[in-house]
């Protein structure tokens, strides 16, 4: 059964430190790997898209690795910061493209002053 | 770009009336769009796809006469909910890709639909 899951559920960190957020995935064949953020009460939005071939991906403080061998993936966020409090959420797609995506049940990140 | 919109953003109607959700590309022309459902502290369920001029695809479990789709043109797409009961409160989202079902899913800010 083609699934995507999260660790941990739940975050809590102080603003302006580091944090990494897991994604182990069982979806085969496999096309590419998405981290979005959702804001409470907002559609996701994209960070970060990873293929196959891709290791590693960044934007701005966002950090996405990926191990192909082992179905893991990280998001690492550095220096956080009070508006990254949101829901991530890790997407797989399972076909050429990206439709029929496997949502993961997110991490929800809170960021406290 | 690749912006999508909903209207409304969010919505509260009694038990039994009808619910339309309207979903539209600003500034793209999408050939497919999705609606998804999500309900609190949970991921978001695919509920459909829809390609412009053709009937929507429904996923098991979705009833294809309540949640009713139209994609009239390549920027827009409705999700009416039929006869609306309080278990069908939820998030509704939509989002569409650019130049087909293969390509990348851009989604929208989501409509909050509340029945009472």
């Known amino acids: 059964k083609n699934q995507v899951e999260q660790s941990p559920q739940s975050l809590i960190i102080l603003e302006g430190k580091n944090c990494t957020l897991q994604c182990n995935y069982t979806v085969s064949p496999f096309s590419n790997l998405r981290w979005y953020k959702q804001d409470t009460g907002r559609g996701p939005v994209s960070l970060t898209i990873m293929t196959f071939s891709e290791n590693t991906k960044s934007n701005g403080r966002y950090t996405a690795t990926l191990d192909a061998d082992t179905k893991q993936s990280s998001l690492h966020i550095t220096a956080s910061q009070l508006s990254d409090s949101a829901s991530y959420i890790c997407?797989?797609?399972?076909?050429?493209?990206?439709?029929?995506?496997?949502f993961g049940t997110g991490t929800r990140l809170l960021v406290s002053p | 770009g690749a912006v999508v919109s909903q209207h409304p953003s969010w919505v509260i109607c009694k038990s039994g009336t009808s619910v339309k959700i309207e979903c539209r590309s600003l500034d793209f022309q999408a050939t497919t769009m999705f609606w998804y459902r999500q309900f609190p502290k949970q991921s978001l369920m695919l509920m459909a796809t829809s390609n412009e001029g053709s009937k929507a695809t429904y996923e098991q479990g979705v009833e294809k006469d309540k949640f009713l789709i139209n994609h009239a043109s390549l920027t827009l797409s409705t999700l009416t909910v039929t006869s609306a009961h309080p278990e069908d409160s939820s998030f509704y989202i939509c989002?569409?890709?650019?130049?087909?079902?293969?390509?990348?899913?851009?989604f929208g800010p989501g409509t909050r639909l509340t029945v009472l």
């Open positions: 989002s569409a890709a650019i130049g087909g079902p293969g390509n990348e899913q851009f």
């Open positions: 997407v797989v797609s399972g076909v050429v493209g990206f439709q029929k995506l496997v």
